[in-house]
């Protein structure tokens, strides 16, 4: 009995001592589908537990250089993860891309002004327009180089109202505050009750995802398993769930 209760001990003590937790720092667009993952990745890694903090991303990868436990680093952009590399925060060969999207202008679900494409936002009737600030959010990039290639950043910037982020945007105009907005196809997924797409914009620049493992985060290790369950046949097929495209 002695034997058995010793094992008991020495089983728990390892499961213990290989449990972790996993800080992810992750675009706000990311937010639906990871949650779905790190409680999928959860199931299949007994103890570990998964915690995430959804932003903007040009705003994590500060968070990150000041200092924040992070183990994991989700960009919208390739343009903030180039951040991070520059500020030496990555840890070597992790960085990867897992998903795809595409920008897409979105308005009230109860709308009424005549908005079908970008070049309609040019109306005299449309004030409001959000969209992500180009200079800390990946979406407002997208959105201002799709603007000035069709010529038209001069007529829409000053109506812009700047999102913090994607889902902030989001939010102007599922209650209505704002006439028209640009988003992810994916977070007009999430709201599709309350807002629909007009148009889908083409970007030069191709919207990719890019994941990557933080050098001085606490559990590097642990952050490296879970960046490999996200671009896994499971992980990729949650995001797929949830509209995102292959890497």
């Known amino acids: 009995m002695r034997a058995l209760k010793l094992g008991v001990v020495l089983m728990l003590a390892a499961t213990g001592a290989s449990a972790a937790e996993i800080t992810v720092s992750a675009a706000a667009s990311l937010t639906n589908a990871f949650k779905e993952i790190g409680a ?29 436990p ?4 989700a960009s919208a952009d390739q343009d903030a993860m180039d951040k991070a590399d520059t500020l030496k925060l990555l840890a070597p060969a ?13 308005t009230p679900l109860a709308a009424t002004l005549p908005i079908k494409g970008i070049a309609d936002l040019q109306q005299a009737g449309v004030t409001r327009v959000t969209m992500g ?14 603007l000035e290639q069709a010529k038209l950043w001069a007529a829409v910037e000053p109506k812009a109202i700047y999102g913090a982020s994607v889902r902030q945007s989001l939010d102007y105009v599922a209650r209505g505050e704002v006439d028209a907005g640009f988003v992810y196809a994916t977070d007009a997924a999430v709201m ?3 807002v629909k797409v007009v148009a889908t914009v083409p970007t030069e620049t191709p919207v990719s995802y890019p994941i990557a493992v933080i050098a001085a985060g606490p559990q590097a290790a642990a952050g490296r ?22 890497p």
């Open 225 to 246: 398993k879970f960046a490999d369950y996200v671009l896994s046949s499971s992980g990729q097929a949650i995001l797929a769930k949830y509209g995102f495209g292959r």
């Open 94 to 106: 992790s960085r990867r891309n897992f998903a795809s999207n595409s920008l897409v202008l979105i």
């Open 133 to 146: 600030n180009p200079a800390s959010v990946p979406v407002g990039r997208y959105t201002r180089h799709a």
């Open 40 to 68: 999928a990745y959860e199931k299949e890694h007994a103890g570990d537990k998964v915690q995430f903090n959804f932003a903007a991303s040009d705003p994590l990868v500060q968070q990150i250089a000041k200092g924040a």
């Open 192 to 194: 599709k009750d309350k």
């Open 70 to 73: 992070v183990d994991v680093f």
